[in-house]
Every structure is written in structure tokens, then in C-alpha cells.
């Protein structure tokens, strides 16, 4: 099975950096999936890694370790609009399916 | 507008009724997906369909069922409703071996009185 674990809430100021954890266990693994969701709103999917490293993309960047079954979610120049649950989600082996963490709730102050 | 259609948007029904969501995939995915999100909790995955054929089962209830139809849409259907039903239901679709995961419909929030 799949254990997905992320902090439940976090807080930052407007123009800093957040790093979002997400850890997890799984008994086979073929990608991890970092989505955005406002409340009431969509997932939107921000970015997808399945090798160890760093991804970037604008001022969102996500990172895995495979070994350490350990990703982050970096977000820079942090805007009000950035307050929003953040979803860290694994795909198992063989599967198309997402297996997601309960979020983690980012609030963005001035 | 990803392109996921759901429908309704809202529904209030009582409890024991019985409901359908629907749902129309982006044009060209094949796999649709239903997840259930209760408040404060995460995205639970109940079922994925690819092409018509069930693929994937996750936590569905007895009481819950699905079908993808020729045309590829979907539906999910929930009977004898109780009050914890109450949650957004949202429905995903995907094409084969895309990098992205899932595009997201807006869902359907389901209120059980």
C-alpha cells in the first residue's frame, strides 16, 4: 500500500519562501505529482518528477529523492494568491492511479 | 475550463435517495477517474475507467457504482445516501503515458440532508 505523509498547515509572508515536505512509503513507485487546489476549487497539477533531482519551473520548483522516499514542493516570491492546499500524490507501479496525501494548507500573509 | 465537464455542480438530496454524477471527459483521454473529498480530508480515489472497462478500484462503497459509456463519458452512481456521503466528488481524466497526471473537472459538492 501507499502512505503519504505532508504537514497539515503552514504559514508565510508575502515575497519569501516556503518549502512544502511530502514523505512517503510505497510498495512500488512511478512518479510523484505535486497538484494546487483553492478551496472548493479543481486540483492543478504544478509539476511531476520520477527521477532523483530538482525540477523548475517559474517560481515553483519540486524536488525527489527516491531512496529517501522524500519530495519537496519550493515556492519562491511567495503572493497572496499562493494560499491554496497543496497535494503531494503518488503513482504506483503499473497503475495509472494517484494515490494523494491529505494536503498541506499554505496561507500567504502581507 | 480544463475541459473535464461535470454536471451537476450542486446537488442537495435526503438521505436514502439515490443520485447520478456525471461526467465528460477532455477530448481524446481515454481513463477517467472519481475521487471523493470529504471536508478536511484528502482526495480518495474510488474508481478509474479506460476505454469502457473498469481499471482500477479504490475505497468505493458497495453502495457507490460507475460505468464509462461508448461515447467515454461517465457516470457515478450513489444509492441509499447517508450523511456522510456529503463530500465534492470530482472526476479526472488522463491519456495514456502523459507526464502530467490528471486533468481535474470542478467536481460536484454533494449535500446529504
Known amino acids: 500500500g501507499q502512505n503519504i505523509d505532508q504537514p497539515t498547515e503552514m504559514t508565510a509572508t508575502e515575497g519569501a519562501i516556503v518549502q512544502i515536505n511530502c514523505t512517503y512509503q510505497t510498495s512500488g513507485f512511478n512518479g510523484l505529482f505535486w497538484y494546487q487546489q483553492h478551496a472548493g476549487e479543481a486540483p492543478t497539477f504544478l509539476s511531476y518528477?520520477?527521477?532523483?533531482g530538482l525540477e523548475e519551473k517559474g517560481r515553483f520548483s519540486s524536488f525527489l529523492s527516491r531512496s529517501k522516499g522524500y519530495s519537496y514542493l519550493l515556492l519562491k516570491e511567495l503572493q497572496m494568491k499562493d494560499s491554496a492546499s497543496y497535494l503531494c500524490a503518488v503513482r504506483p507501479y503499473n497503475t495509472d492511479k494517484l494515490i494523494f496525501g491529505t494536503g498541506t494548507r499554505l496561507q500567504v500573509f502581507p | 475550463d480544463s475541459g473535464v465537464t461535470q454536471t451537476p455542480k450542486h446537488l442537495i438530496t435526503a438521505t436514502g435517495q439515490r443520485v447520478t454524477l456525471r461526467c465528460s471527459p477532455r477530448s481524446g483521454d481515454l481513463s477517467v477517474y472519481w475521487y471523493q473529498q470529504s471536508l478536511d480530508q484528502g482526495l480518495q480515489f474510488l474508481i478509474q475507467y479506460y476505454n469502457g472497462e473498469e481499471r482500477a478500484k479504490g475505497n468505493i462503497l458497495e453502495r457507490f457504482s460507475a460505468q464509462q459509456f461508448p461515447d467515454l463519458h461517465s457516470e457515478l452512481n450513489l444509492s441509499s445516501l447517508e450523511l456522510g456521503d456529503s463530500a465534492l466528488y470530482f472526476c479526472?481524466?488522463?491519456?495514456?503515458?502523459?507526464?502530467?497526471?490528471?486533468?481535474f473537472g470542478s467536481g460536484t459538492r454533494l449535500t446529504v440532508v
Open positions: 479526472a481524466s488522463s491519456a495514456p503515458g502523459q507526464h502530467y497526471g490528471y486533468t
Open positions: 518528477n520520477v527521477l532523483d
